[in-house]
């Protein structure tokens, strides 16, 4: 391999790691364009350079070595965009994208150019049909709640259980706690459906309940089943209530 077939590897590794960045890009992800045809260029970089002469080494091993090392790399570099917010775990298909972005370029530092290509469209493919796939896809939707009484008015649990049975939720963990100084008993507990979209109607339930203080619903996307949360749901939490 010459100098010059070295040069046009790692620029079709720009370029695929480029394709990909893109569309990550245009849903706003923190890495983007720059950093997925970063990435993939400096792989395949690493793998025509460990097969060129920059190394001058006579060991066949050494291409290996530096696979093994970019992978390692790569492992630190998605680690960093894997971020919790609260219940929610976000950047978990970034990640996973950065590594096939720097795979692609191994691939093509190698000059398996169609292998690479191939790879390329395959992982935008996944990044994009799968996508409108999966949000079509039925749901298990768990929710944290926190709902306030008056301590002289409470609603027993019984009772709360049945509310939320009506508008087809229900109650897996529940948990008391009352408030000395405000004289308040809450309820909190994680309740579950597979009609996400009623839970409008729990809202609109509670706040018909003259004794109701206070209530906060909070969806869970670590315990959502098959489909993700929808970008209105990545919300901290929605609060809704009455002053005593």
């Given amino acids: 391999m010459n100098e010059w077939e070295a040069i046009v ?18 849903h706003g992800r923190a890495a983007g364009l720059r950093t997925y045809a970063l990435v993939s260029f400096g792989s395949a970089l690493l793998v025509a350079g460990g097969q060129y002469e920059l190394f001058s080494s006579r060991d066949s091993g050494e ?12 492992g630190f570099l998605g680690a960093g965009v894997i971020v919790k917010e609260g219940f929610s775990v976000r950047g978990l298909t970034t990640a996973a994208s950065i590594w096939c972005a720097a795979a692609i370029g191994i691939v093509l ?21 799968l996508r409108r796939i999966e949000d079509r896809l039925p749901s298990q939707t768990f929710v944290h709640f926190e709902v306030g009484f008056r301590r002289t008015s409470t ?13 087809g939720f229900t109650i897996s963990e529940f948990a008391y706690r009352l408030d000395s100084g405000s004289q308040t008993l809450e309820y909190r507990g994680v309740m579950w459906s597979n009609a996400p979209a009623r839970l409008h109607e729990v809202e609109l339930g509670l706040l018909a309940l003259p004794d109701v203080l206070h209530f906060r619903m909070l969806r869970d996307p670590m315990r959502t089943c098959i489909a993700r949360p929808s970008r209105r749901n990545l919300l901290p939490f929605a609060t809704f209530g009455r002053r005593p």
Avoid: K
């Fill in 9 to 26: 590897r790692t620029i079709a590794a720009l370029v695929a790691g480029g394709a990909i960045g893109l569309e990550r890009s245009y």
């Fill in 63 to 74: 291409v290996t070595r530096i696979i093994q090392g970019i992978v390692t790399g790569i």
């Fill in 109 to 129: 530092g190698a000059g398996s150019y169609w292998m690479g290509f191939a790879s390329t469209i395959v992982t935008l493919v996944a990044l994009t049909i």
């Fill in 155 to 167: 609603m027993n649990e019984e009772r709360l259980r049945e509310l939320i049975r009506q508008y």
